[in-house]
């Protein structure tokens, strides 16, 4: 059983930064593409950023240049950092997985593309 569970979340001010983590079991990080997702109050569950099996990583056009996403093969850990924090970036943030070759119809930030998620960590940001 894959187990994924999220950490570092919290309240910040405009302009300040935060670093998400998440630590996984059951399987080890190099045999998965990974993910992170946040979800407002109110909208769908949209993709950050992600990072497949070799390494490469995908943004979104909205956190592009203040997000960056890694992977710690040895300690099973994805974190997410995030500087220059906006209120637009208020949301529950969320680890993803899966394992085996992407689907060739939708991107590495489309949710379909992963079947295992964390519980979330909130983030907020104030003016």
């Known amino acids: 059983q894959v187990h994924l569970v999220e950490s570092g979340g919290g309240s910040v001010q405009s302009g300040g930064s935060l670093r998400l983590s998440c630590a996984a079991s059951?399987?080890?990080?190099?045999?998965?593409?990974m993910g992170w997702f946040r979800q407002g109050s109110g909208k769908e569950r949209e993709g950050v950023a992600a990072?497949?099996?070799?390494?490469?990583?995908t943004y979104a056009d909205s956190v592009k240049g203040r997000f960056t996403i890694s992977l710690d093969n040895a300690k099973n850990t994805l974190s997410l950092q995030m500087n220059s924090l906006k209120p637009e970036d208020t949301a529950m943030y969320y680890c993803a997985a899966a394992q085996g070759t992407p689907s060739p119809w939708y991107s590495l930030l489309n949710k379909r593309s992963y079947n295992y998620w964390g519980q979330g960590t909130q983030v907020t940001v104030s003016s």
């Open positions: 990072i497949d099996n070799g390494g490469a990583t």
């Open positions: 059951g399987y080890a990080y190099s045999r998965y593409h």
